[in-house]
């Protein structure tokens, strides 16, 4: 096994062929089509929420290493909110996920006892 990083050469609209290092986690570039070097990109596996079988969200593992407008380093992608965010944000969004979560039982609950009294 080889122990010289993976790369990947991708062709750009702007600088022509670009050759990156590709990361472990990043699942290839099958659907590449030639674009802006600030525009290449790295994407690892989705992460899908689903609901009764249907996607609701996908996060992901994300590099831009050209980017021009946002980070450059390995962030993760969260389609629900339609940005990156660093490490610290994904716990914070999932620390808030876990308390809606808690109030959407609350008011299973709530319903429960509605139910109930309109059963009487």
């Avoid at 991708?10 to 472990?24: A, K, M, N, Q, R």
């Avoid at 940005?83 to 039982?105: K, N, T």
């Amino acid at each position: 096994m080889s122990s010289e990083p993976r790369t990947v050469t991708l062709p750009t609209i702007d600088h022509g062929d670009v050759t990156l290092t590709e990361p472990d986690w990043c699942v290839g570039h099958g659907d590449h089509l030639p674009e802006h070097r600030s525009d290449l990109g790295h994407a690892g596996e989705d992460v899908t929420l689903k609901f009764r079988g249907q996607p609701l969200a996908d996060a992901c593992l994300v590099q831009s290493p050209f980017a021009e407008a946002t980070a450059r380093d390995v962030q993760v992608s969260v389609s629900l909110l339609g940005q990156s965010l660093d490490a610290r944000g994904v716990y914070e969004l999932a620390a808030d996920l876990d308390a809606y979560a808690d109030r959407l039982r609350a008011l299973a609950d709530q319903l429960l006892v509605i139910r109930a009294e309109g059963d009487r």
